[in-house]
């Protein structure tokens, strides 16, 4: 079965510092979208993207977050100074079209990211 | 606000025993929800989904039920096993443009050998 894939699995970093998160989407899907889950809370919604823009964003993605899609396969989340808040899994995610009859939004294993 | 939540936290059963995870969502403008299964430091994974002009599907050994008219949904786990140990999240989807979906707190579900 086709997967979402995510790097790194684990990161630990300091804060200030800025780390971009990588995702791999299924390759014939054309939205893409990150979440984050902070330690024993519900997955929050971040950002959608299609046609290599944003398309929706909520309000924990400020401007120290960005999303880009760089070379047609992979996704990746930039956080640019990173804050102890930040700490959380972070799922990439994807589904091939918008309507969500039968096009089921595929999850990644999460990037665990830990800000010291 | 809208939002999607969740009666119980935690549900202990029996193994072999059915299960029922309970969720209520309060946007009644919503037309699709999806059942997703969390294990321990991975990601959801999709069970099953509903739109809302039906009020059953079923799938193997799950079955989701949908009531509209108190905003209810659940997840039904026939002859729930060990396997089936783990967090459940309720999710609404708002389609549109961006397909985002908006999870409910979850529900622990622990299955006793």
């Known amino acids: 079965e086709p997967e979402v894939t995510q790097t790194p699995s684990h990161q630990v970093t300091q804060m200030g510092q800025e780390v971009i998160l990588r995702c791999v989407p299924i390759?014939?899907?054309?939205?893409f979208y990150w979440y984050r889950q902070i330690l024993g809370q519900k997955v929050e919604f971040l950002v959608s993207f299609y046609n290599n823009e944003i398309s929706e964003k909520s309000e924990i993605f400020d401007d120290q977050f960005s999303v880009e899609r760089p070379d047609g396969s992979n996704f990746t989340l930039k956080i640019r100074s990173t804050k102890l808040e930040d700490s959380a899994m972070y799922f990439c995610?994807?589904?091939?079209?918008?309507?969500?009859?039968?096009?089921?939004?595929?999850f990644g294993e999460g990037s665990w990211l830990t800000v010291v | 606000g809208e939002s999607v939540g969740l009666h119980l936290p935690t549900l202990s059963v029996q193994e072999g025993d059915n299960s029922i995870i309970n969720c209520a969502y309060s946007n009644s403008a919503s037309d699709y929800f999806i059942w997703y299964k969390q294990e321990s430091g991975k990601g959801p994974q999709f069970i099953i989904d509903?739109?809302?002009?039906?009020d059953k599907r079923q799938g193997q050994r799950v079955t989701v039920l949908l009531n509209k008219t108190v905003k209810h949904l659940s997840l039904q786990i026939a002859a729930t096993q060990p396997g089936d140990s783990a967090v459940y999240f309720c999710?609404?989807?708002?389609?549109?443009?961006?397909?985002?979906?908006?999870f409910g707190t979850g529900t622990l579900l622990a299955v006793q050998p």
């Open positions: 999710a609404e989807n708002q389609g549109g443009a961006t397909n985002k979906l908006i």
């Open positions: 995610a994807s589904t091939r079209q918008a309507d969500p009859s039968g096009n089921t939004i595929y």
């Open positions: 509903i739109r809302s002009n039906m």
């Open positions: 390759s014939n899907h054309l939205y």
